[in-house]
């Protein structure tokens, strides 16, 4: 699906990809997106030795990477991947290592572009949310990508009044198992304003900005299970 979509946008070529963090939900299908298109860099966090899985899932993304010769470049905070005619891309966290939970290794983008950003969180949990703060980073959002599929150990309220996002999007299977998102994340949502968009809901979600604005839209050709 996701390779049929970049065909359909008229992508031939991926100067960028971002492995958040190597749980299959985040990863799953990376390989093939990487067989069927050129990719120039794959960015992805470092792990201590004894975090890094076993999992075919992420053995065939490192496969996927080595075949197509570019190789993984670590990311961490402080990071600029691109910045160029009114676009950059930092990377906020992770700062460290030794994290307990492979979530918080998570590689969060803050995306700006002329008057707008974005925050994208993967699935950074409290713990990386409190530390960006700590650490003095701008979290501050025109559309934040809800960390941790809108799960209640993310979302902080302190976290969310500093990002105060216009638009949150949520990313979550539809009757998921894990009762994602939670309502407290959603109330907390709802209650600074933020318009709410949620994939198990509404299907897939595609945010656009010429720099003035943040568009969001549900794209229609996607149902809430993923079929077309």
């Given amino acids: 699906k996701i390779c049929d979509y ?19 939900d985040h990863i799953g299908g990376l390989d093939e997106v990487l067989e069927q298109f050129q990719v120039d860099n794959v960015y992805a966090p470092v792990l201590d030795d004894g975090d890094v899985p076993t999992t075919k899932t992420y053995e065939d993304f ?7 010769g ?33 979530n918080d290794y998570s590689i969060v983008l803050r995306v700006d572009f ?3 950003s974005w925050l994208l969180t993967g699935d950074a949990e409290a ?12 979290v501050s959002a025109d559309l934040l990508k809800v960390g941790h599929h809108g799960s209640d150990s ?10 105060k996002p216009a638009n949150a999007v949520i990313s979550c299977g ?6 994602h998102p939670h309502e407290c994340t959603l109330e907390a949502l709802e209650g600074m304003g933020a318009n709410l968009w949620r994939t198990d809901l509404q299907g897939s979600i595609r945010a656009v900005s010429d720099g003035t604005e943040t568009k969001v839209e549900a794209d229609p ?8």
């Fill in 114 to 116: 002329g008057q707008t």
């Fill in 221 to 228: 050709t996607v149902c809430c299970d993923g079929s077309r």
């Fill in 154 to 163: 993310s979302s902080s309220a302190a976290f969310l009044q500093q990002v």
């Fill in 174 to 179: 539809a009757d998921n198992s894990y009762g």
């Fill in 6 to 24: 970049l065909r359909e946008a008229g992508v031939e070529r991926l100067e960028y990809m971002v492995a958040t963090h190597p749980h299959e």
């Fill in 62 to 68: 490192l496969t996927a990477v080595e075949a197509e």
């Fill in 127 to 138: 713990l990386v949310e409190e530390e960006m703060l700590e650490g003095g980073c701008d």
């Fill in 70 to 102: 570019c190789g993984l470049t670590p990311a961490a905070a402080g990071d600029r991947l691109l910045e160029e005619s009114g676009l950059s891309i930092e990377v906020l966290s992770p700062a460290g290592s030794g994290y307990t939970e492979l």
